[in-house]
């Protein structure tokens, strides 16, 4: 009797769907940015630019979160067990 090769276990579908998200989310942050960056071409008043300046700076840290996680999300699935850099 030969054993089958399971296909993704359920932890690998559910990481993968992480990721999947993940990405989606920063490819919705980078173009925030990008309106976020159209609008503060336009701005004129101060109140209002530093409020676009605020909004970039968080828009900023989490597309930097985001990048961290899938970094190291394929960082662990590319490396087998037991070896490391």
Same mark, same amino acid.
């Given at each position: 009797?030969?054993?089958?090769?399971? +296909?993704?276990?359920?932890?690998?579908?559910?990481?993968?769907?992480?990721?999947?998200?993940?990405?989606?989310?920063?490819?919705?942050?980078?173009?925030?940015?990008?309106?976020?960056? +159209?609008?503060?071409?336009?701005?004129?008043? +101060?109140?209002?630019?530093?409020?676009?300046?605020?909004?970039?700076?968080?828009?900023?840290?989490?597309?930097?979160?985001?990048?961290? +996680?899938?970094?190291? @999300?394929?960082?662990?699935? @590319?490396?087998?067990?037991?070896?490391?850099?």
């Amino acid at each position: 009797m030969q054993n089958k090769k399971p +296909g993704k276990t359920r932890r690998r579908v559910k990481a993968d769907k992480a990721t999947q998200a993940a990405g989606r989310e920063l490819q919705a942050s980078f173009a925030a940015l990008r309106a976020n960056d +159209g609008l503060f071409q336009l701005a004129t008043e +101060g109140f209002y630019i530093e409020q676009l300046i605020y909004e970039r700076a968080a828009l900023l840290c989490h597309c930097r979160t985001l990048l961290q +996680g899938l970094r190291q @999300a394929q960082g662990a699935g @590319a490396q087998p067990k037991g070896e490391g850099a």
